[in-house]
């Protein structure tokens, strides 16, 4: 996981001046596979360049926290990344449409249309109408969410372990020090936590994103992301 790299952060890249809108332009890729750098090479170039005020440059590498994190507040995001499979020449630019994200409107769009149809796999569909119901499910962290999980339907709960031993009744209590729902729903950092590093550790989790290894805590763990980093000096462009 490559943590992201906030180029305005402490190098003065980029000007400074104030504006009223607020852009970040986040470089996605990784500098080992070639033209999946993409990405971190233009942030990395239009550092050189010079920004005009208002617009902050990130070299998001293969990160996703930091990178989701360093958008928030911000008018305009635009991300560069890299893609396969499109079936266009290379450097065929494409427009992510974001619409409902500017209309707050909360709903999913296909945006792998050549691949996948509107009315999906009829097929697997058809197979897990029949294997599973939904039902209401408690997550770890966030709490109970109505119709948000499945259990094994009627007709295959010999097959059901809760129902098969009775452990329906069976909870397990939760940290009132762990904040791993908020750190999911990317409301903190894991930093943020008053117990990220103190009372929970990858050897002692409190949370759900601390056990995990690849959860936020334990990434941020790992990496020892406790602290803001300094960046002291200009990040070389590296060809691709």
Known sequence: ??????????LGLVNRTSSSTRTLVVGCGNLLRGD??????????LAALGTPPGVRLADGGTAGMDVAFAMRGQDTVVVVDASTGSGHPAGTLYRVPG???EHGRAEVENAYAR???A?????????????FEVRDRVWRGIGMIPRSGWQLAPRWRDYDAEHRFDVAAVTAPESSLCR???VLQGLIKP????????????????GATMVSNEGACAAYFQYRRLEPVTITARPEVVGV
């Open 191 to 206: 930093s943020e936590c008053s117990a990220f590093g103190k009372e929970c550790t990858p050897r002692r989790p409190l």
């Open 36 to 45: 999946d750098a993409v990405g971190p090479v233009l942030v990395r170039h």
């Open 99 to 101: 619409e409902r994200l």
């Open 180 to 182: 791993s729902g908020e």
């Open 115 to 117: 691949a996948v149809p």
């Open 119 to 131: 009315e999906g796999n009829p097929v697997a569909q058809a197979v897990l109408a029949d294997v």
């Open 1 to 10: 996981m490559a943590p992201a790299l906030l180029l305005d952060e402490g």
